[in-house]
Nanobody, 120 residues
Framework: VQLQASGGGLVQPGGSLRLSCAAS????????MGWYRQGPGKQRELVAT???????NYADSVKGRFTISRDNAKNTVYLQMNSLKPENTAVYYC???????????????WGQGTEVTVSS
């Protein structure tokens, strides 16, 4: 199983970016998916999560600006980021809880990270 994140880049303050993360490989089911980030000199922190039935959870700092969504048919999770601020600069990681076979336990998988830089 692999998670491939994409969509990062350089954007000016107030701008937008859309991150994508596709899971591939031998997948039976995907439970919750989410985005985390690690800024310079900081610990990794939760940004947003979404369950298999679409329930979402956001860090207070991104509520109203970021939107997480998923396409279950494509095993993909998205993060639409609007009104970006310099403090949103970080490496963004996707995470998914995946079972590879019916009856087997779920394990957490991480993507490789995609860098977001918010700067003028």
């Amino acid at each position: 199983v692999q998670l491939q994140a994409s969509g990062g880049g350089l954007v000016q303050p107030g701008g937008s970016l859309r991150l994508s993360c596709a899971a591939s490989g031998s997948i039976f089911s995907i439970n919750d998916m989410g985005w985390y980030r690690q800024g310079p000199g900081k610990q990794r922190e939760l940004v947003a999560t979404i369950t298999s039935d679409g329930s979402t959870n956001y860090a207070d700092s991104v509520k109203g600006r970021f939107t997480i969504s998923r396409d279950n048919a494509k095993n993909t999770v998205y993060l639409q980021m609007n009104s970006l601020k310099p403090e949103n600069t970080a490496v963004y990681y996707c995470r998914a809880r995946i079972s590879v076979q019916f009856g087997k336990p779920e394990y957490i998988y991480w993507g490789q990270g995609t860098e977001v830089t918010v700067s003028s």
